[in-house]
């Protein structure tokens, strides 16, 4: 009889060629150190042999084991000792009795890597090594982790859960061991763990923003674990805005961290970048005062650019930045100054109840009296120096508080000329002149006549601003500009603002004919007139006793003596007798008195003259005006040997007005009104003069 194990060889022997052997197992199995691994297998043997009663015993080698004197990986047969190494971790899971062979591998370790085959016993006929359908088991490094659940809104203060999850292939794999770590988590917060998951629940703040929180999965004792650590992202409201600047192009950027002021010069380039801290990222926005410039979207950069290429003087003002998410906004600004030199000068003038702006080298006509009121302003920063100059000489400022005011109360001819306003600051100056001319009404130089072989020759000169205009009235004719006849000869000039007429009488010359120079412009008008008497006999040399009224004529004379006459006006009053003038001493005024001639008339014998003070008050001399009087014309006549002068009795009267006419005044309404003719009472041989005349007299004298 063969021993049992050599039976056992022959029977393997012949077995390992019967196809009623078969084993359906992978090839490859492949899992992750660490991890467990499910093996499935079927097993397929013949029924020789055994009974549904006899029990089958399956066992897993590793490759290379005696199956008589190895010891199994895996078996389910209890009375048989398993390998240490694999003890609790390699377990027959299939029942074989039922054709299942599945084994199930936990805590899988790099040892564990090569080739397993089954063994099926049962039964005295099979006993079977299935040495064909082995499977290669391959351990790789542990890459897999966990995956952490976490809430799409992270608010501050609101509970939130997250969850933890380690995919397993087979539910009857060790659970392993689920950790928590971060700066996130706080005594309040709660961990569930099961053997797939773990729950965290927390209450996030908004300092725990993009830090981490860490899930750990460990597998063994020997340390094989994996993780995953993820970044918190809790949503907040903008805080920390911030504006940085950059004047050129490629220079840094500057924080403007605790400066909220900014001073660039006018035509400089200049950046501004704003940028914001919020979850999610906020909305930004540009705007200059109260005006939106520019913005982004909601989903855009954490930064907004404002570019001001040229920065012009409207650039400046506040600048603010707003940051804004669905959980709040925040702002912050910046002061923008814009340095440039004095730009856009002009002068505003207010006169005659108007105000109006004037550029450079602008003429302002204006009435004499009036008063005027001038207004430096201009556009610059820092804020220009304000002066005024007239004639080269700087002018001191009306107001301290504002050197670009000048005021003029009353309006002279000496104002006249040019004023000049000058600003000025630190980067540069500019100036604006504004010429002023003063109007006024026409004022007569004492007019003149004189008695010559060919006839009446008188001279009228006048000065006005603008210019008058002088024409001659004879009788009810008009004589005017340069004209001429049998009877008469006008002739006129100008030169600046005087006027200058002379008119030459040939011929004989009617009884009351009344003879009259008038000046005129749209401020007003004087006229000078002359009486003409008829011709009388030789006259004697008593004295009239009965006055005479001389607007209508002298019906009556004196013969040899002398008599003073006085005219009064009703212009003013005055209360000291008249001083010869510069322009007439006494020892002039006594050769103006002709003497008598057997050819002379009465018109020779009357010399009226009217009070020059008055009228030189007036008309004061500046150097920025002609000399007064006039410097003699061309056509005005000479003296002339043995020539007989006679003056004229003034009158002025108001002439045409213009719409911007000041209301009248003094200037405009002076007349000088004849008066009764009064005899003192002096016999022709007293030569004493008139007692207090007062200066508003004019004395006619008869020789």
Not at 460 to 487: F, T, V
Request: aromatic share 8%.
């Amino acid at each position: 009889m063969l021993p049992p194990l050599l039976l056992a060889l022959l029977w393997g022997g012949s077995q390992a060629e019967d196809l009623r052997f078969q084993l359906q197992v992978p090839k490859v199995v492949r899992v992750q150190e660490g991890l467990c691994v499910f093996v499935s297998c079927t097993v397929f043997y013949p029924p020789d042999g055994w009974i549904d009663s006899t029990p089958a015993h399956g066992y897993w080698f590793k490759e290379g084991t005696h199956t008589g004197t190895g010891l199994p990986v895996a078996t389910d047969k209890q009375d048989r000792e398993v390998h240490m190494w694999t003890q609790g971790r390699f377990q027959l899971v299939g029942n074989p009795q039922d054709k299942n062979c599945s084994l199930l591998i936990r805590d899988a370790q790099k040892e564990d890597a090569g080739m397993y085959f089954f063994r099926l016993e049962r039964g005295n006929y099979v006993q079977f090594n299935f040495m064909q359908s082995k499977f290669y088991l391959e351990v790789t490094d542990l890459t897999q982790k966990p995956d952490i659940y976490v809430p799409q809104t992270l608010e501050p203060g609101r509970q939130v859960t997250l969850i933890c999850v380690f995919n397993w292939d087979f539910e009857e794999c060790l659970a392993p061991t689920f950790s928590w770590k971060g700066a996130a988590l706080s005594s309040q917060g709660t961990r569930l763990r099961t053997s797939h998951f773990s729950v965290l629940t927390l209450t996030p703040r908004p300092q725990d923003h993009n830090t981490e929180l860490t899930c750990r999965v460990d597998f063994s004792r020997r340390g094989v674990s994996t993780e995953r650590t993820i970044r918190l992202n809790v949503d907040y409201a903008p805080k920390t805005v911030v504006i940085s600047t950059s004047q050129a192009k490629t220079s840094a950027l500057e924080p403007q961290a605790n400066t909220p002021y900014l001073e660039v010069q006018k035509g400089q380039f200049l950046l501004l970048l704003c940028a914001a801290d919020s979850e999610p990222p906020a909305t930004l926005s540009w705007a200059l005062e109260d005006r939106v410039l520019s913005w982004s979207g909601p989903l855009g950069s954490r930064t907004l650019e404002l570019v001001l290429p040229v920065v012009k003087p409207g650039d400046a003002g506040r600048y603010t930045c707003r940051a804004e998410n669905r959980l709040g906004s925040q702002n912050r600004a910046l002061d923008l100054s814009v340095q440039y030199a004095p730009e856009n000068l002009r002068v505003l003038v207010s006169h005659a109840n108007r105000t109006e702006s004037f550029r450079n080298g602008t003429s302002l006509p204006v009435l004499e009296g009036q008063s005027l009121r001038l207004l430096c302003v201009t556009q610059s920063n820092p804020p220009a120096g304000l002066s005024w100059a007239w004639g080269g000489q700087t002018l001191s400022p009306s107001q301290p508080s504002d050197p670009g005011v000048l005021e003029l109360p009353r309006i002279q001819t000496e104002h006249e000329g040019e004023f000049i306003c000058r600003a000025q600051n630190a980067l540069g100056s500019q100036h604006i002149s504004l010429s002023l001319c003063v109007h006024y009404p026409p004022q007569l130089l004492r007019p003149s006549c004189s008695w010559e072989d060919e006839g009446l020759h008188c001279c009228c000169s006048s000065r006005a601003q603008p210019a008058p205009s002088l024409r001659w009235r004879l009788g009810e004719g008009l004589l005017e500009g340069n004209s001429s006849n049998a009877s008469f000869t006008v002739t006129s000039s100008s030169h600046g603002p005087w006027a200058n007429s002379s008119l030459s009488l040939s011929g004989g010359l009617s009884a009351g004919l009344r003879l009259s120079c008038e000046a005129t412009n749209l401020h007003g008008a004087q006229i000078a007139t002359v009486l003409l008497l008829p011709d009388k006999k030789r006259f004697m040399s008593t004295a009239f006793s009965n006055g005479v009224f001389l607007g209508v004529g002298v019906t009556t004379l004196l013969f040899l003596g002398f008599i003073s006459i006085i005219v009064k006006t009703l212009r003013k009053k005055g209360t000291q007798a008249e001083t010869p003038t510069q322009a007439e001493t006494p020892t002039q005024a006594k050769t103006w008195r002709p003497k008598a001639s057997r050819r002379s008339t009465i018109l020779d014998y009357i010399n009226v003259v009217p009070n020059a003070g008055a009228l030189a008050r007036n008309r004061k001399a500046t150097p920025s005006s002609p000399s007064w009087p006039p410097p003699p014309d061309a056509h005005s006549p000479k003296p002339k040997k043995n020539q007989k002068e006679l003056r004229f009795v003034i009158h002025s009267s108001p002439g045409p007005k213009s719409a911007t006419q000041a209301p009248e005044s003094k200037n405009n309404q002076e007349e000088l009104h004849y008066a009764a003719l009064s005899f003192p009472g002096l016999r022709p041989w007293e030569t004493q003069a008139p007692k207090d005349t007062g200066s508003e007299y004019a004395e006619i004298k008869f020789h």
